[in-house]
């Protein structure tokens, strides 16, 4: 079995995803999930986006993602490869 | 006990409940720095002799604990043509944590349910996928 690793990066960037879909910031999603709101995303997706969001949460100690210059990023992939 | 030892018990699971993975790349994976003691399963899972429209949305986070795996969250959804027909979920913040929804009378209704395995949560789904899918015909 292939092993693939995620991490708080990888995770953000499905949030974004998510963002791009449902055209919601995830603090807006978030606030009214939390808070039992009907929304017009389907349940599993709602689950998915929450979840993502938690993990991101207790893997930054609740710092959330910070967003690096593209060239520092390009340098660690580069480096990784 | 780590989680790729529960990934290849689902991936074996999976085969055994006539369904596949979809895509390129594997649902299963875990999380940088936890020693593989965490992980995720996130994708689609599609069922054999139906066509790609209809799957089920799997979620699962897992947790290694002594010799075992917990999963302190999933959600296992059936889709079909588009649509959510049903799924279970767990989670701490819901009320209760282990609920279903069920979407045949009311979109998104919860109920209360008892913790279910991946493969009950499969056979479900196929109840309903042979009731309501259509199959892949041959020529």
């Known amino acids: 079995m292939q092993k693939l690793y995620y991490n708080a990066e990888s995770l953000d960037r499905g949030l974004r995803e998510f963002e791009r879909e449902y055209g919601m910031s995830t603090e807006d999603f978030y606030a009214r999930y939390t808070a039992g709101e009907k929304l017009p995303i389907p349940r599993f997706d709602q689950h998915s986006w929450a979840a993502f969001r938690d993990a991101i949460d207790r893997l930054t100690d609740g710092a959330g993602v910070q967003p690096r210059p593209v060239v520092e990023r390009v340098g660690q992939a580069l480096i990784c490869a | ?139």
Request: glycine share 10%; net charge negative; hydrophobic share 30%.
């Open chain 2, 1 to 139: 006990m780590d989680v790729w030892e529960y990934f290849q018990t689902r991936e074996r699971e999976i085969e055994e409940c006539s369904l596949h993975v979809t895509g390129s790349i594997p649902p299963f994976a875990a999380e940088e720095g936890s020693d593989d003691q965490r992980g995720m399963v996130y994708g689609r899972i599609l069922f054999n002799g139906y066509p790609s429209t209809v799957y089920l949305s799997m979620y699962e986070e897992v947790v290694v604990r002594g010799s075992g795996i917990t999963r302190p969250r999933y959600a296992y959804f059936l889709i079909i043509d588009g649509q959510e027909i049903g799924g279970y979920e767990r989670h701490a913040s819901h009320d209760p944590p282990v609920h279903r929804h069920c979407s045949g009378r009311k979109r998104h209704e919860g109920a209360p349910s008892r913790v279910i395995s991946f493969k009950d949560a499969a056979k479900e789904a196929w109840e309903y996928v042979a009731q309501f899918a259509q199959p892949i015909t041959g020529k």
